[in-house]
């Protein structure tokens, strides 16, 4: 069982509860990147550290604004791909380039090079490149059902003659690009 670690994070209780998913599993993947590099909570403090974070769907607010739930205003800054670069840029105390980059499916991959071309123009020295996808509610999937847009075998067959839609999944995936 995963419990999210709101107080390593500097984050109250309450405002954890509200935050996007996505935005509490970035923090840990994130911290598990730093870990595995060697460099704990805190990135390499020399130069100057950047944030670029994939995502492409917030169904968590959708979720919090469902009529009888009420919505928090907690939730509204919880949401969204530059509140979740917001908070990972807080979280590990970086003060670069703060980007939250939305290109479908391609989100993720437009993150890491743009963390990696920001450190080969000398703009930063290191970046956390990070991407994002939780299927919580059910309604995007039934639209993209009713447009016919995923695989009906299930499988994605991307550039592919025979490919017959796309499959979706979700992925909460970090890394630490740095100046070599």
């Known amino acids: 069982l995963w419990v999210f670690d709101a107080e390593l994070f500097g984050m109250k209780p309450h405002d954890a509860q509200h ?20 460099s704990g909570l805190r990135v390499p403090s020399q130069g100057e550290g950047g944030v670029f974070v994939g995502s492409m769907f917030y169904d968590y607010l ?6 009888n ?11 969204g791909s530059p509140y979740l ?4 840029a807080y979280a590990f105390d970086l003060a670069g380039p703060c980007v939250g980059i939305d290109t ?9 090079h743009g963390g990696r071309s920001e450190i080969d123009n000398g703009s930063i020295t290191h970046a956390v490149a990070c991407g994002s996808n939780a299927i919580i509610i ?20 991307s ?3 025979t490919a ?8 909460f995936v970090s890394c630490l690009l740095s100046l070599y």
Do not use: K
Request: hydrophobic content about 35%; charged content about 15%; proline content about 5%.
């Open 19 to 38: 935050t996007d998913p996505q935005a509490r599993c970035l923090l840990s993947t994130s911290l598990d990147a730093l870990t595995d590099s060697g």
């Open 62 to 67: 959708r979720l919090c604004e469902m009529p």
């Open 69 to 79: 739930q009420g919505l928090d205003p907690s939730a509204v800054l919880g949401n």
């Open 85 to 88: 670069s917001g908070r990972l």
């Open 104 to 112: 479908a499916c391609s989100s993720s991959l437009v993150a890491v």
């Open 138 to 157: 059910p309604h995007t999937t039934a639209l993209i059902c009713q447009v016919g847009a995923l695989s009906r075998t299930g499988r994605c067959l």
């Open 159 to 161: 550039l592919d003659a």
């Open 164 to 171: 017959d839609g796309y499959g979706r999944g979700e992925a």
